[in-house]
Structure formats: structure tokens, C-alpha cells
């Protein structure tokens, strides 16, 4: 009984498929529900008190991952450990001693709100760079006319044309280039020494971004004040965001208003790009406190069985940090954000492990440090990774991979929800990689989920950019996040072990390891389109 999915499908088209399937039975047999709920009920458990970044629940749990890597016999991927060190800093901003200076005119929050981890002092002329975006596959270049070397540049938010669906900028969704990081690495590949980022002055009224559900009266008012906090060390330039009438005094040099240079941006795609006049700007950053510390990706290797495509890597990646504990010490838990992509990798690892066919490329699974705080852990390994990003071939990424999605003021009235979605997972990023996409489909004939797509199609709640499938998004990786969308417990204290479907999450790691098998061992692995799905 226990192989009967795998042998319904009788079709002759699909039976050597089915055939090659059967070499997976080993590792499809360890992934069971009863184990992922053992699992998750202690990861989400009181205990680990959720697991809030640099605090005792994360390195329980950073202990936990590494000692069940090498229970399934995995290598470890740093040295001859599961532990690479993320370097962080944790600190406040001095909001008194933080502002912006333009000629006489002096201006503090909430003009000018931003965070920056380093104390200084940021001074040049001020130029207006439109969206603040270089994308040559897209034949556009804000930087085009300008010189930022040594400026601080003015930005719009978002992207171009974000209300056409015809639009090079992937029609009504985002591409890579709408979020404040990619805006900050461009500006500073363009020699700025710091980012102004306006609101875009046309963006429809109500089209922004939910809050986190409300979870009862009062709830968010007992979110326990945290720093922030911030790779140690990193090569970053101040991003700091400026009121729309900040925007609008400084973009008056050029005789136009605002929401005119984004009409003329959207109408004709050619950048309105321009020198604000004479007047130096002193943008200063001041902490009030400031410590490092040291938190941990956790990443551990399946070796893969060609001589030399074993060089190659299919990543699966997840985050374990949550949000930790209220004022009122009730705990935010964690379980589905993100008890059960962790889980996930330790069960995708057990069985990979115990499957006695390796694929030809290398498997690395890796549960990253403080994605809450910004998706640290990854970026970190974008920049220090484990294995080479110019041969890591594809990525899976789980974040909130245990729930059914459900309508909740994180998304009321922005994104269509089904009524039934007790089957379902939604995969984000595809546009970027069709051949991802239909891997993933024909692996998806043998466990019959429904994928859905539609976050592709979002730039209101700017999923794209939110789990830790972005950072290698940005070095040309095929890199998708699997997840089963927003309900009510999203960020509450009621994010907790029983309410997650462990049948459908059972299926969803069934298919990815399928997926990863596949990625791993294919003659041709997906490809990466910088510009989109070819048309």
C-alpha cells in the first residue's frame, strides 16, 4: 500500500517515468506526517520561547538542526562543522542626532526615518536617479545621464509602469529591482554615498501593504521593542526614506513636480533622471547603542554522485529564527513561520540521506540566521557562500509551508484567495525560470498538489523580496520560495503546532524532493532568465 500513489498513474507516456521514480521510494518513505509533527511540536514548543534571533529558543534550536544533520549522516558544509558564523550588530538609532541637512533647513523623523548601523557623517550634492534602477536585460538605466559618485541620490519607491500589465517590469507584478536593498547595492555600484527613497507620487490610494492581523485588541502594542539588526561589517551605504513633500522641495529644481517625472517615467520608459541644483546635503546616522554578536546558518551537505557534477548545487534553504516573546511574556511560536520550512530541511535531509540513489549534483541544505531581521542569514550567504554561486543551480526555499491560506487583513481585499486551499502551495518567482516551473509540474503528476502562481502577479505585499530565496534571486539563481500563503495567526502568538495540516506539508516535501532529485541529476538543470519568462 505504502507505494500505491506511485504506481496509480498507468499511462503509458508516464511509465518510465513512474519506473525512475521508484528509485526515490527509500527517501519518499521517511517523510511522514507523524514525524514532522513530532518534530514541529518541539521546535514550536514553549521551550525554544520563539526563537527569537541571538536570544536562548534560537541557539536551542540552531543545536537542534545541526545535531539532526549529523544524526542523518550529512557533512557539514563549514570545515568540519554544520555552524557558519554570521557576524551581526545589534543597535539603536539616536533619532535626535539622525538627520538630514539641506542648505539652512535641518530635518529629523518623521521627514527622514531610517536605520544604518554605523555612526557618520554622508555629505554631497543631492541628484534624482527616477526608480533608482539599472537593469541592462530590460534596456533600462536610471544612471544613464547621471554621475552619483559622490552624491546622495534621490529615488522614487517601486517600480515603473507597476499598474501595466504589459509592462517590461513583469506586468502588474514586481521584478527583482522594486525592493530598497537592490536600490542601495545599485546606488552604490554607482559610487552614491547615500539613498533618499521618496513614495512614488502616483501610487493608488489603498493599493499598500497590510498590517499584521490584528490577533485581538491591543495585541501589537505588546510586541516586546527590539533593536534592530544588521550584518557586521557589511559594504552598505545609508538607505533612509523622505517624506513625499521632502521630495517634492528637493525635485522643484528641476521645474516639474513629482507625480509629472513619474508620469513621463511610465509613459514613455525614459529615465527623468537630473542634478537638484547647487545645494549640499549632510545626511548624519547616530546610534544610541550598539554590540556584535555572533548567530549561525546551519548548513549541511548530501554529497552528490558524478565526478564532476558533484561540483554543482541544488540548494534547499529555510529560516528557524521567529519573533520570541511579548512584554507580557506570551510566546510568539513560530510554528508555521518558520517551525515548518526548519523541519522541512531536516526531514528533505533525513531522506536524501537514507535514499541509497544520490543525485549527480551535490545537495546543500541550509536553515538560515534572522530572516525576521531582514533576511540576514541569507544575504550573508549570498556574500560568503558555502558552495559557488556561479554553479548552485537551483534553490528551494520553504517559508510557511504548513498552513491552509485564509483571508486576513495581512491580505483583505489585495490578492484573491481560494476558498479551498487544503491542497495547495504557492510557488513565487517562477517568471524568472519557466523550466523551474514545469520541473516542478511534471514532478507534481505523482503527489497531485495544486500549485498556484498568483504572487507572481503582487506588488502590493511585495512577496517576492520576503523570504530568503531573494538574496540568491539577485545572483542570477533560479531561486523559488514555496509557500502556503497568509492566515490570521500570521505573526501572533496563535502561529502554533496544531493547526498545521502535517498531510499537505507531507506532500509538499514529497514533491520537493522529487523537484531537487530532479534538479540535481538533470542534464539540463533550469535555466535563469534576467528578464522574465521568454516570450
Known amino acids: 500500500m505504502k507505494h500505491l500513489w506511485l504506481l496509480a498513474l498507468s499511462l503509458p507516456a508516464l511509465a518510465q517515468t513512474a519506473q525512475n521514480r521508484a528509485r526515490l521510494a527509500a527517501g519518499l518513505d521517511d517523510i511522514q506526517a507523524a514525524k514532522l509533527r513530532a518534530d514541529l511540536t518541539f521546535l514550536a514548543s514553549d521551550a525554544l520561547e520563539g526563537r527569537m534571533s541571538l536570544e536562548r529558543g534560537s541557539e536551542v534550536a540552531i543545536q537542534w538542526i545541526a545535531g539532526e544533520f549529523s544524526k542523518a549522516g550529512l557533512k557539514p558544509a563549514f570545515g568540519d562543522s554544520f555552524l557558519q558564523p554570521v557576524p551581526l550588530v545589534e543597535y539603536k538609532m ?30 554631497g ?50 521584478t527583482r529591482y522594486a525592493n530598497a536593498r537592490a536600490k542601495m547595492i545599485i546606488a552604490r555600484r554607482h559610487g552614491a554615498v547615500a539613498l533618499l527613497i521618496a513614495p512614488d507620487p502616483n501610487h493608488r490610494e489603498g493599493n499598500q501593504r497590510g498590517g499584521l492581523d490584528a490577533g485581538g485588541r491591543g495585541a501589537n502594542n505588546l510586541r ?70 555572533i548567530s549561525y546558518n546551519v548548513a549541511g551537505i548530501v554529497e552528490g554522485s558524478d565526478p564532476q557534477l558533484k561540483n554543482e548545487t541544488v540548494l534547499y534553504s529555510g529560516h528557524y529564527d521567529h519573533d520570541g516573546l511579548r512584554v507580557d511574556g506570551a510566546i510568539y511560536h513560530g510554528a508555521d513561520d518558520n517551525g515548518s520550512g526548519t523541519v522541512g ?47 548552485t543551480r537551483a534553490q528551494i526555499n520553504f517559508d510557511m ?38 520541473e516542478v509540474e511534471q514532478a507534481n503528476e505523482f503527489v497531485g498538489l495544486h500549485l498556484n502562481y498568483k504572487w507572481d502577479d503582487d506588488t502590493v505585499l511585495n512577496v517576492l523580496f520576503r523570504s530568503d530565496q531573494y538574496p ?64
Open 401 to 438: 509551508i504548513g498552513r491552509d491560506e485564509k483571508d486576513s487583513t495581512q491580505t483583505h481585499g489585495l490578492i484573491d484567495i481560494a476558498a479551498d486551499t487544503s491542497n495547495e502551495v504557492n510557488i513565487v518567482g517562477t517568471k524568472y525560470s519557466p523550466d523551474y516551473r514545469k
Open 224 to 293: 516586546t521593542p527590539r533593536p534592530t539588526q544588521a550584518i557586521a561589517d557589511e559594504d552598505s551605504i545609508p538607505v533612509f526614506n523622505v517624506s513625499a513633500k521632502v521630495a517634492e522641495d528637493l525635485l522643484a529644481a528641476t521645474g516639474k513636480k513629482p507625480s509629472a517625472i513619474q508620469t513621463a517615467i511610465d509613459s514613455t520608459l525614459k529615465p527623468q533622471s537630473a542634478a537638484l541644483g547647487n545645494v549640499e546635503a549632510e545626511l548624519r546616522a547616530a546610534t544610541s547603542q550598539r554590540k556584535r554578536q
Open 345 to 391: 530541511i531536516v526531514a528533505l535531509a533525513h531522506a536524501f540521506a537514507k535514499n541509497p540513489v544520490k543525485p549527480k549534483r551535490t545537495l546543500l541544505f541550509a536553515v538560515f540566521a534572522a530572516e525576521e531581521r531582514g533576511l540576514l542569514g541569507s544575504y550573508y550567504y549570498a556574500a560568503h557562500p558555502l558552495r559557488p554561486l556561479e554553479t
Open 125 to 174: 550634492r543631492v541628484v534624482f536617479a527616477g526608480f533608482g534602477i539599472t537593469a541592462p536585460e530590460l534596456h533600462y538605466d536610471d544612471y544613464a545621464s547621471i554621475d552619483a559618485r559622490g552624491k546622495i541620490v534621490l529615488i522614487f519607491n517601486h517600480e515603473p509602469q507597476e499598474y501595466d500589465e504589459n509592462s517590461i517590469f513583469n506586468g502588474k507584478g514586481n
Open 472 to 535: 540568491l534571486l539577485l545572483h542570477d539563481i533560479p531561486a523559488m520560495w514555496w509557500f502556503t500563503g497568509f492566515h490570521p495567526d500570521y505573526h501572533q502568538i496563535t502561529d502554533t503546532a496544531d493547526k498545521i495540516n502535517y498531510a499537505k506539508m507531507e506532500k509538499i516535501l514529497k514533491l520537493a524532493f522529487i523537484s531537487g532529485f530532479d534538479f540535481a541529476d538533470s542534464a539540463n538543470p533550469p535555466k535563469f532568465y534576467p528578464a522574465g519568462s521568454p516570450k
Open 94 to 123: 539616536d533619532r535626535d542626532n539622525t538627520f538630514l541637512k539641506i542648505g539652512n533647513q535641518t530635518l529629523h523623523a518623521p521627514d527622514v526615518t531610517g536605520n544604518y548601523p554605523n555612526d557618520g557623517v554622508f555629505r
